[in-house]
Structures are given as C-alpha cells and as structure tokens.
C-alpha cells in the first residue's frame, strides 16, 4: 500500500512538497498512524492546524451535527452562524470587527486589500502610490501576490513579474524599518514571531518599539498570528508578550481545528470599514460549516486551558531542549509549544534529523535545511512531552 501511494503521487501529483517517506492513515489526539500500522507521536501538528489534536471528538460531533444542518450557503444570505463567530473573535481579541475566509494566505490578502483602501481612504496616499513594510525571511503564504514581497529565492523564482508596493526591512532592526517609511507608507506587515524562518524570536521590545513608531508615523501595523496566534506561544497572540495592539490581526490554522480551513482578519473598525459590497468575498468564506467548527475550537481552547499548558509545557519542553548536549546542536529557542533547534549542517542536516526522528516514532519537520521545529498539539500532556524528549536525545546525541 506505502508503495502504491507514493507511486501514484509521483506519477500524478505536481512535485510542490517533499515530504517525509511516510504514509500516514490515522490520526488521534497527539498520535499518527502510518499504513503499516507504526505509531508516531506529532511534533508538527501541520503548522499549528492541529493544535487541538487529530480528530478532536467534540469538533468531528460539532463538524458532523453543522453537516447535517446547513454546510454551505452563499453570502448573498445571512446564516445563523457567521455573525455569532465574529462576535466571538472580536470579544476574544478585543478588537470591533473581522472579516472571515479560508486560507491563511488568503487572510493576509485581505489584511494588504484593507491596508491599501485605508491608505487612500484614510490617510490620503494617492491613488496607486501606497507602500507596506515587510521583513526578510517573512513567510506570509505563497500567493503572486505574497511571494512578490518574499526574501526567499526558492518562493519567487520563475513566478514573476512580482506586485509593486513593498520594501523589505531587516527583522528586528526598528531603525531598518524608520528609514523605509515615507509619506505613502499605509502598513507594517510583520510576524511577531518568524515561523517558517524557524521559529525566530526578535530581540525584547522590538515589536513594542514597532507599534510606537507606526502610531507616530501614522501607519498600521498589522501582525500575521495566523502560526503564532490561538494559544501556540502560550497567549491568545504572540504579539501579547509586548504587550503590543496591533491594528489588525490575521488568524488561521487552529482556527478551523484541524478538521476545516478557516481564516480571518481581525481589526479596528476603521480598517475594516474600508470594505462595501463588491470590493472583496469569497464563496466559502464564512460558511456555515466553518463558522461551527471555529467556534467549537475557540470554546474548547478556553475551556481545557490549551494556553497554560502551551505556557508551561513549552517552557519545560525548551528547558529541556537546552541542556541537551549534542554536537550537532547550536541553539534552542522557542515561546510556548513553538520550538526551534538550529543545527551544524557540518554535522547533521535538518532532513537527516527529522528521518531519524521518523524512524524512532516521532514526526516533525525541518525548515530551510538547518532547524529542526517542534510544534505538537497544545492539548499534549507532560508525559507525553518525556516521551518525545526521550527519542529526540537519542537522534541528537547518536
């Protein structure tokens, strides 16, 4: 069966991952099963997506109940169950409004659409003229449009012309970022933590120095927590450890609860009224569907405490990644159940760690050939925790 699986993919896939050699046909809790039978134990939960788990039984019910009721309608109507959602990301995250879709790129679409029409709109950039501000390594999705702001070659290449209107700062540096504001600048797009950069952390009060300047300069700043947000770092967003506000928010993956894309932008009203009728949508934005399964994943995050155990789970997990001496590691950093080692490619690869690591019972995933992340799900217990350290110092050390 493995065999035939990875045949038919080659044969008739487009070659746009390489995944790790295993096929996996089950999933529960923190736990994955391949074809064979082979248990494994999820470090990635697919990019925070499964950050309540595989096949979470209240979220598979609550998915199951809102199937049999309504699945789908188009916006053109209302539906007795988007509305409800968006009053619970607002109260949630203190914010007046959102807009909800699918995708996480598609969120931040959304979020670079409304900064632009509030750069004309509101501050009264000249048409065509507005700028935003990103960083280098940022991954914001894989879009032309995102791409065309991406400082990684391996996103771009071959995939232009590329979308005007962006400059690249340094990540961390807030004199990079003053010098590239200008009359015109309408948005600082940033990661309050570099997820696929590889778990990158800024220096302390950076991000709370950011917010300063964007409010003096008249400028939005808008954080892309749709990684880092819904309990991952230990807090609602990650932009909460500076005890920063952004102007608005992106949120994904653990949105949807592993079962279903959901995506969404959050912000002041003034950012999001910049929309009318026509001027942005998405068939299955908002649908019914996905509205239930949100709002049954935010429920249980608050109920079973999926932020404390991220906070103080994650905070062991590093802890513990740290004193581990192993040649082939250079550093550990990490917030919350969101860890990334970075490796001596003269020694070990990121690919050579995660295969080893696969063969042993656990899976995860390196990024940019030298870091290794680790990211289970948030409702993983300590023992659970022991378990995975167990087998990741016997890869690292051997």
């Not at 029409?117 to 390594?137: H, L, T």
């Not at 004199?175 to 990158?200: D, F, H, M, Y």
């Amino acid at each position: 069966m493995e065999h035939r699986i990875k045949n038919l993919d080659a044969r008739f896939g487009a070659q746009n991952y390489h995944p790790l050699p295993v096929v996996l046909n089950k999933g529960s809790g923190v736990w994955l099963w391949d074809t064979d039978g082979k248990k494994y134990l999820d470090m990635m939960s697919a990019y925070s997506a499964v950050s309540h788990g595989h096949c979470h039984p209240e979220l598979v019910e609550a998915m199951h109940e809102q199937a049999q009721t309504l699945a789908m309608c188009s916006r053109a109507f209302f539906s007795d169950k988007m509305p409800l959602l968006l009053e619970r990301l607002c109260s949630l995250l203190d914010y007046d409004k959102a807009l909800l879709m699918n995708t996480g790129a598609e969120a931040i679409e959304t979020a670079i659409k409304a900064a632009r029409r509030w750069g004309y709109s509101k501050k009264g950039i000249p048409d065509n003229q507005a700028e935003i501000i990103v960083f280098d390594n940022n991954f914001h999705g894989r879009t032309t449009g995102i791409i065309s702001f991406s400082s990684d070659d391996e996103y771009r290449h071959q995939f232009g012309p590329y979308l005007p209107g962006f400059h690249i700062a340094t990540y961390g540096d807030i004199e990079s970022v003053q010098k590239r504001i200008n009359k015109n600048t309408c948005a600082v797009l940033v990661e309050p933590i570099q997820g696929e950069a590889g778990i990158v952390i800024p220096p302390k009060g950076w991000l709370k120095k950011l917010e300063q300047l964007c409010k003096a300069e008249n400028v939005l700043l808008i954080c892309d927590e749709i990684q880092s947000g819904l309990g991952r770092t230990g807090t609602w967003l990650a932009s909460e450890h500076e005890d920063v506000k952004p102007d608005a928010v992106t949120l994904g993956k653990a949105l949807g609860g592993g079962l279903y894309p959901v995506s969404a932008l959050v912000g002041r009203a003034d950012v999001l009224d910049v929309f009318n009728p026509g001027s942005h949508g998405s068939t299955f934005g908002g649908n019914p569907l996905a509205c239930a399964i949100a709002h049954k994943a935010i429920d249980i995050m608050e109920r079973d405490n999926y932020l404390q155990n991220s906070a103080s789970l994650g905070a062991y997990f590093l802890e513990q990644l740290k004193i581990l001496s192993a040649p082939s590691i250079q550093s550990v950093r990490g917030r919350g159940l969101w860890i990334g080692v970075d490796l001596d490619p003269s020694q070990k690869t990121g690919r050579e760690i995660c295969e080893s690591l696969m063969k042993k019972g656990i899976l995860s995933k390196e990024t940019h050939h030298t870091v290794v992340r680790f990211a289970p799900p948030l409702m993983i217990t300590k023992s659970e925790v022991d378990y995975a350290l167990e087998i990741i110092k016997e890869v690292f050390v051997a």
